[in-house]
């Protein structure tokens, strides 16, 4: 009894599940929704759109697909169907810079369903297909590399502008996992240097139109580079070795041969040698072989005698015209101390240089006056003072006193001794550097076959030379002390090359060096200046 | 010796100025050829629609580049459903949507519409980027390509002034066109609409009229002066 009253509360129930199981098996129902709509346009003129159609069913299922474009509100449907659940659409239904929103729709006797709208704009689902034939070239040589040329897709117009091509490619070795990519914007060709030999290589190319998507890579090609021949290299090497061994045989030659061939090449530089002298003689210290070794056979130039020539002098200079004396031998040559040199020089080196000017251009022409008259330059610090014709002044004969850098002294012609020596003795200088001297006649023995101490007699001595480069001179003849050693005393340019001078030479102590270029002696400069 | 190698250094100064001077190049056509020799000018007049044309390359992918950012920035979860028809300000401007409209099109009629293109984009743009400055981390996030966007269409249309001037020259392009060239005649009608515009579709507006003007440009090129590069 309880068992029929449950069986009848639950027929109602089993019935709707019988029958929904029933349905269930039959799938007899609305479409399954359409699934993954893309669109893709590999030309950028024409696009076209697929569909997977969705499960279920169990009825013939009809999938159309509708379209609408951005402005015109009315919807259309596929213009073409082209293969199975695709749908192309040509020229003339495609616009670019328009969006378009697609759906699909599956129906059958049961219902319809729809897919997910797509809305797209042209330029956004732009993807070119594969390029086309590719084809690889090895070209062995002294420059093995491969070439790979392709074509672009067919469907593509490149000549109107309207689409830009860019290409990519990418090449391994068979055996490596990595690909190694090129970019080759609009050719259709490249060039791979530097591959290797007896290997093969993996090419595949791809396209892209302006900054779309990239295409798909081609398929895989193949090229096996061939090895070079072995033979050119063998023969290079057996050449190469063949030379080497006259290389060889010269090396040992040279090598046993040394002590000639450094003869020949580097012969020996004879030791210096003098004549006369015999090297083993002077080693062997005998003083007397040395001594006449070095002495008796040697020739020594004629020395002429210094007091022959009229070298006593000083030289002055007249400012106005700077032209060494010309027939007078008034060359007096004053010294200043070395020291004063510099301060000379950074004070008036203006002076001095057009000074130094003058005696030059006029040493030429003075040379074609007075023959013998030559300036010895380049002897440092040694202020030589050109004198003139004495400018003169009320009796007085001035000379102006020019220092300047270059030293020499001027070899001034002989003259008879006879002459009246227009020697002036320097009375005073005054602060301007002015010698003032007397005119007084002034004995011979100034000249130069005074004896020392005549010439000694008629020397003065400089007290003092101050700042001014004024040089005041004692005016009385206890300065003439026989003893040349005295300092300050004005040494004419007496190139006597007498031992007492040298003496008092080397006594001064200052610019010994000096001697040769007619310099006069200084004063010990602490002292004075 | 040193007069001599001066002379020497200035005489190979010379030959060298010779040598590189006296070969001619594209760039320096304009001013060697004042008279109208074809081969001259035809070369000059394709240079400045390469350079023309990368100027809005370029453009294109700076305006691209921002649309996506700011895609990026301020509307991170992108709907494709919620994506209303665009009103761009420049729809009322008659634009070739495809080659062959694009060919079929008269020279003249064509430069027009480029030219009305990029002088309806200068306002807009200078006022995104004024909008814009409030935003500074967008701006650092965009490495300011807004300015840089403003910048380059004002350039792009003198660019292409220049152009249709060379043209006109050359009696290529008849003398039509210059009565637009004053962009007050353009912004007479209908300027303020873009007021109403929403950044984010200003952008877009944008991408689409970077794009339109670039490939234009190409057709005009191809056309005129069909060398290396069609």
Not at chain 1, 25 to 47: A, H, Y
Not at chain 1, 107 to 118: E, H, I, K, V, Y
Not at chain 1, 298 to 315: A, C, G, H, S, T
Not at chain 2, 41 to 59: E, P, T, W
Request: proline residues 5%.
């Amino acid at each position: 009894m309880v068992c029929a009253r449950m069986v009848k509360h639950l027929r109602l129930p089993l019935l709707l599940l019988l029958l929904a199981l029933a349905a269930e098996c039959n799938s007899m129902s609305k479409p399954g929704k359409p699934d993954k709509l893309g669109c893709r346009s590999p030309d950028k003129e024409t696009f076209f759109c697929w569909w997977t159609p969705g499960s279920g069913g169990g009825l013939p299922t009809v999938h159309r697909l509708y379209y609408k474009t951005e402005g015109r509100e009315t919807v259309r449907q596929c213009p073409d169907y082209h293969t199975a659940h695709s749908c192309f659409f040509s020229k003339t239904y495609t616009s670019i810079w328009v969006e378009y929103t697609v759906i699909v729709e599956a129906s059958n006797a049961l219902g319809n369903t729809s897919s997910d709208p797509l809305t797209f704009d042209l330029m956004d689902i732009v993807k070119p297909y594969a390029p086309e034939n590719v084809t690889l070239v090895v070209s062995i040589g002294d420059n093995p590399h491969l070439t790979i040329q392709w074509h672009t897709p067919s469907n593509i117009d490149t000549k109107s502008g309207w689409v830009t091509l860019k290409n990519q490619l990418r090449i391994k070795l068979e055996k490596s996992k990595i690909w190694k990519n090129y970019t080759s914007d609009t050719q259709t060709h490249f060039t791979i240097y530097n591959i290797e030999l007896g290997v093969v290589y993996m090419v595949e190319v791809r396209c892209a139109i302006d900054n779309s998507a990239w295409s798909e890579w081609t398929n895989t090609t193949f090229v096996k580079v061939p090895n070079f021949p072995r033979t050119d290299n063998s023969f290079w090497i057996l050449v190469f070795s063949l030379s080497l061994i006259p290389l060889l045989v010269a090396m040992i030659i040279l090598i046993l041969k040394r002590k000639t061939v450094k003869k020949y090449i580097l012969p020996p530089v004879p030791g210096p040698k003098i004549r006369g002298v015999d090297v083993q003689l002077l080693k062997s210290g005998r003083s007397e072989d040395v001594i006449n070794a070095m002495l008796l056979n040697q020739r020594f130039p004629v020395v002429m005698p210094w007091k022959d020539q009229n070298e006593d002098y000083l030289i002055v200079s007249d400012k106005e015209t700077s032209y060494l004396p010309l027939e007078k031998n008034k060359i007096f040559i004053l010294p200043v101390a070395i020291t004063l040199d510099s301060e000379v020089q950074s004070k008036e080196t203006s002076e001095v240089d057009r000074f130094l000017k003058d005696s030059e251009s006029s040493s030429e022409e003075s040379s074609e006056k007075t023959k013998s008259s030559q300036l010895l330059t380049k002897c440092p610090s040694t202020n030589v003072l050109n004198d003139e014709k004495a400018n003169q002044l009320k009796g007085v004969t001035e000379k102006i006193i020019q220092p300047f850098g270059i030293s020499g002294y001027v070899d001034i012609p002989r003259h008879e001794h006879t002459q009246e020596a227009d020697y002036s003795r320097v009375n005073e200088v005054n602060s301007d550097n002015i010698l003032i001297t007397k005119k007084e006649n002034v004995p011979h023995t100034l000249d130069t076959q005074g004896q020392e101490g005549g010439v000694l007699d008629d020397y003065s001595r400089v007290k003092e030379v101050n700042s001014d480069n004024t040089v005041f001179l004692e005016k009385h003849s206890d300065s003439v002390n026989a003893s040349i050693r005295a300092k300050g005393y004005i040494d004419w340019v007496n190139q006597k090359a007498k031992s007492p001078h040298v003496t008092g030479h080397s006594e001064m102590g200052v610019c010994p060096q000096l001697v040769g270029c007619g310099y006069v002696d200084t004063f010990p400069p602490p002292a004075v200046i | 010796m040193p007069g001599n190698i001066r002379s020497v250094s200035v005489v190979s100064v010379a030959l060298l100025c010779l040598v590189f001077c006296s070969q001619p190049t594209s760039l320096d056509a304009a001013p060697l050829c004042t008279n109208a020799e074809a081969g001259c000018h035809v070369l000059s007049l394709a240079n400045l629609f390469d350079r023309v044309i990368q100027h809005s390359a370029r453009m294109h992918g700076i305006s691209n580049d921002l649309h996506s950012e700011f895609e990026l920035y301020f509307l991170p979860s992108k709907n494709q459903i919620g994506r209303v028809s665009r009103n761009c300000h420049t729809s009322n401007i008659l634009t070739p949507n495809g080659k062959e409209n694009a060919q079929r099109m008269a020279r003249e009629e064509l430069t027009e519409v480029i030219l009305k293109l990029l002088v309806a984009w200068r306002d807009p743009l200078w006022h995104f980027h004024q909008s814009m400055t409030h935003f500074h981390d967008f701006i650092d996030f965009s490495s300011n390509k807004s300015l840089k966007m403003s910048d380059m269409v004002h350039e792009l249309r003198k660019g292409v002034q220049k152009v249709v001037e060379k043209m006109q020259m050359l009696g290529i392009l008849s003398n039509s066109v210059s009565s637009l060239m004053s962009p007050e005649a353009f912004l007479a009608s209908g300027s303020a609409e873009w007021r109403l515009m929403k950044d984010y579709e200003l952008l877009y507006c944008f991408r689409r009229d970077s794009n339109k003007v670039q490939n234009y440009l190409k057709i005009l090129k191809c056309r005129i002066v069909p060398e290396d590069g069609c």
